[in-house]
């Protein structure tokens, strides 16, 4: 499976974002989907995660109450990470990824990736 994550860009702090995650190839079918993010200098983190039917999302702290994970109701191959009161410190490059091996919360678990899409947010 091929992940297109996009959405990304430069909005001031308090503003909002919603970032895609699209696969091709296959739809995510029963795989959780997950989205972390890089800032320059720090290691890969876990922002959310969204299992197969939508019932269950998990959030890390910092987001929480500002990010929601979701599935397209009509596209089984789309994820959305909808980003309200953005904060300077949420600045990275934001990822998608699917098919955890074991904990959704650990980048090593998953199989496949997109490629990136930076978020700037301007203080």
């Known amino acids: 499976v091929q992940l297109q994550a996009s959405g990304g860009g430069l909005v001031q702090a308090g503003g909002s974002l919603r970032l895609s995650c699209v696969a091709s190839?296959?739809?995510?079918?029963?795989?959780?989907v997950g989205w972390f993010r890089q800032a320059p200098g720090t290691e890969r983190e876990f922002v959310a995660a969204?299992?197969?039917?939508?019932?269950?999302?998990?959030y890390a702290d910092f987001v929480k109450g500002r990010f929601t994970i979701s599935r397209d109701s009509a596209d089984a191959n789309t994820v959305y990470l909808q980003m309200n009161s953005l904060k300077a410190e949420d600045t990275a490059v934001y990822y998608c990824?699917?098919?955890?091996?074991?904990?959704?919360?650990?980048?090593?678990?998953?199989?496949?990736w997109g490629q990136g899409t930076l978020v700037t947010v301007s203080s």
């Open positions: 190839g296959r739809a995510f079918g029963r795989s959780t």
């Open positions: 990824a699917t098919d955890p091996r074991g904990n959704y919360k650990i980048a090593t678990w998953y199989d496949y």
């Open positions: 969204i299992t197969w039917n939508g019932d269950n999302t998990y």
